[in-house]
Nanobody, 118 residues
Framework: VQLVESGGGLVQPGGSLRLSCAASGTFYRVTVMGWYRQAPGEQRELVAMLRGDTTTYADPVKGRFTISTENAKNTVYLRMNSLKPEDTAVYYC??????????????WGQGTQVTVSA
């Protein structure tokens, strides 16, 4: 199982980006998908998570970021609006996946850089 991310880059303050992450490989089902980020010198932190119908956002991104999924494609998106310099970080896709009916495991994407700068 692999998580493949895309969509990072350089954007000016106030701009927008959309990150994508697709789970590929053979597995039973995806149970949780989300995004974390890690700024230089900081710990990795939760940005947004989608578990079933429940969505969780970190306080700094509420009202600006939107997480969504396309279940048929096992893909999660993060739409980021009104970006601020403090949003600059490496963004990591996360998924909890059941390889079969009885087990589950956490997977991480390779990370994509988001830089917000004038």
């Amino acid at each position: 199982v692999q998580l493949v991310e895309s969509g990072g880059g350089l954007v000016q303050p106030g701009g927008s980006l959309r990150l994508s992450c697709a789970a590929s490989g053979t597995f039973y089902r995806v149970t949780v998908m989300g995004w974390y980020r890690q700024a230089p010198g900081e710990q990795r932190e939760l940005v947004a998570m989608l578990r079933g119908d429940t969505t969780t956002y970190a306080d700094p991104v509420k009202g600006r970021f939107t997480i969504s999924t396309e279940n048929a494609k096992n893909t999660v998106y993060l739409r980021m609006n009104s970006l601020k310099p403090e949003d600059t970080a490496v963004y990591y896709c996360f998924a909890n996946i059941r390889p079969d009916y009885y087990n589950n495991r956490d997977y991480w994407g390779q990370g994509t850089q988001v830089t917000v700068s004038a």
